[in-house]
């Protein structure tokens, strides 16, 4: 690949793709990413280019995993993450743009390359789960197995009838 040895896996010199189709695969090393809160444990990187005159279109399926903590027990835990995207490189776009399914990127002309860093690493962020629940309290099919809850101290059920705050008395009189 380049020479130049600062740059990224993701960052590829555009005069190496070939023109039409093309194909690599990029395999990703902890030091690769950085996920902060979470640690990345590596993964690969399908990368399909398409080179015409006026673009670069690069779509990319991305299969790691990222180490997490549980929202219930607090234990680390490895979490598969597969997902998608595509990023389309052009010469003449006035605005930059991106969504859940693609972005619209200029060719950085000053270093005649192109990175998709920043578009992995979001995809794959934007893939973590919102609840996190270690394997363990999980069902074959990925459902939260059921668990029993536990209440320390008083509980509503535990207090005699209802009692009232004296002030609210004070208040009923003074509407009164």
Excluded at 23 to 52: A, H, I, M, N, Q
Excluded at 63 to 70: G, N, P, R, T
Excluded at 107 to 129: A, G, K, Q, Y
């Amino acid at each position: 690949m380049g020479t130049i040895t600062d740059m990224s896996k993701l960052e590829f010199n555009i005069v190496e793709i070939p023109d039409g189709e093309s194909r690599r695969t990029v395999e990703l090393t902890e030091e690769d990413l950085d996920l902060s809160p979470y640690t990345f444990e590596g993964g690969t990187v399908d990368l399909l280019f398409y080179r015409t005159l006026h673009f670069i279109r690069v779509n990319f399926h991305v299969d790691s995993d990222v180490e997490i903590v549980c929202d219930r027990s607090l234990e680390p835990y490895i979490q598969p993450i597969e997902s998608d995207y595509e990023v389309v490189f052009k010469v003449d776009v006035q605005e930059e743009k991106e969504d859940e399914n693609g972005a619209v990127r200029r060719f950085n002309f000053s270093s005649n390359t192109l990175s998709i860093e920043d578009e992995v690493r979001d995809t794959i962020f934007l893939n973590v789960p919102i609840k996190k629940l270690h394997p363990k309290f999980l069902d074959e099919e990925g459902r939260p197995k059921e668990f029993e809850t536990k209440s320390f101290g008083d509980t509503k059920e535990d207090t005699d009838a209802e009692v009232v705050d004296p002030r609210w008395e004070k208040l009923k009189e003074l509407k009164n």
